[in-house]
């Protein structure tokens, strides 16, 4: 079964803490992972990709195989990394997008 | 360049009647899909359109079906709405392709009450 679970609905932490946001996923085939976000008013955009091993606005995700997981990863909180994060998976070959049901992080002063 | 444009923003319709929503894709882009994104969840894939024809879909039954203009704009309509049907709709538009490293760039969705 393809699935992509995000067990956290939301995740509350204090600015300047570290960030974890979880994703684990089910797919047979030879996984691509995405993490999209949605900040407040606006549209789901792409945070980042796993192939492309980037950074973005602090923000990494390392792909696990053997644990199956993707997890989504920030060093020091910041007050606008508040919003709502997807993890999705890409089914091969098709622009098909699995979506975890989201977590919306909260980033306190 | 332009983004994904969507129409209506928001529309209410009443159970049994039948809505159109329309997609615009982004500048460049030949490759448009629909997610339905229902209070609480993650967006579910309905189907995609490349050059024009329907080649992907998710699990959702006929009355959703859908079209891909020359222009590679995109129209979903739905038929016989229920309750169930009130969601966020979402487009999302790719160049051609579905290689890896591809990604898709999602409108800002028509939000659908039915009633």
């Known amino acids: 079964a393809q699935r992509v679970t995000q067990p956290e609905k939301l995740l509350s932490v204090f600015k300047g803490a570290p960030v974890e946001l979880k994703c684990n996923y089910s797919y047979s085939g030879s996984p691509e992972l995405f993490w999209y976000v949605q900040y407040s008013r606006q549209r789901l955009q792409l945070l980042l990709r796993h192939i492309s091993r980037e950074s973005i606005k602090g923000f990494t995700a390392d792909l696990n195989k053997g644990e199956t997981s993707f997890h989504l990863k920030k060093p020091f909180a910041q007050e606008e990394d508040s919003a709502m994060y997807y993890c999705?998976?890409?089914?091969?070959?098709?622009?098909?997008?699995?979506f975890g049901t989201g977590t919306r992080l909260k980033v306190l002063a | 360049e332009t983004g994904v444009t969507q129409s209506p923003t928001h529309l209410i319709k009443t159970r049994g009647q039948q809505v159109t929503l329309r997609c615009s894709s982004q500048?460049?882009?030949?490759?448009v899909s629909w997610y339905q994104q229902a209070l609480g969840q993650g967006p579910q894939f309905i189907f995609q359109?490349?050059?024009?024809?329907?080649?992907g879909r998710g699990n959702f039954p006929p009355r959703f079906s859908g079209l891909q203009f020359p222009n590679y704009s995109s129209e979903l309509n739905v038929n016989a709405l229920e309750l169930d049907d009130s969601a966020l709709y979402l487009c999302?538009?790719?160049?051609?392709?579905?290689?890896?490293?591809?990604?898709?760039?999602f409108g800002e969705g028509s939000w659908l009450t039915v009633v």
């Open positions: 500048s460049g882009h030949n490759t």
């Open positions: 999705a998976l890409k089914v091969t070959g098709t622009y098909k997008y699995i």
């Open positions: 359109y490349y050059r024009e024809e329907e080649n």
């Open positions: 999302a538009s790719s160049s051609q392709g579905a290689s890896r490293g591809n990604t898709i760039y």
